[in-house]
């Protein structure tokens, strides 16, 4: 008595159907599966854009020589 059967299901659809009729079930679904698309397709787009801007690598140039914090404390020091 829990479940519902075969028969349960069928009474439940021509009731949709006939409230309904069978080109606006076809239209609710149509539009369904089109939100389902944009969502997957702003899903993806919000991926590609984490995965294109990734934080700028600060590099030494070729002049510039490594600095020890030590060294600079005495640098500052002396002036």
């Known amino acids: 008595m829990g479940s519902f059967s075969i028969w349960h299901w069928m009474i ?3 009731i949709v159907l006939v409230l309904f009729g069978r080109g606006r ?3 609710i679904m ?18 590609n854009k984490a995965s294109s801007t990734t934080a700028p690598q600060i590099t030494a140039q070729q002049g510039d020589a490594p600095v020890s914090p030590a060294k600079a404390e005495n640098k500052t020091e002396q002036s």
Not at 32 to 47: L, P, T, Y
């Open 12 to 14: 439940v659809l021509v």
């Open 25 to 27: 079930v076809s239209e």
């Open 30 to 47: 149509g539009d369904f599966g089109k939100g389902i698309k944009s969502f997957k397709q702003g899903m993806n787009e919000e991926e």
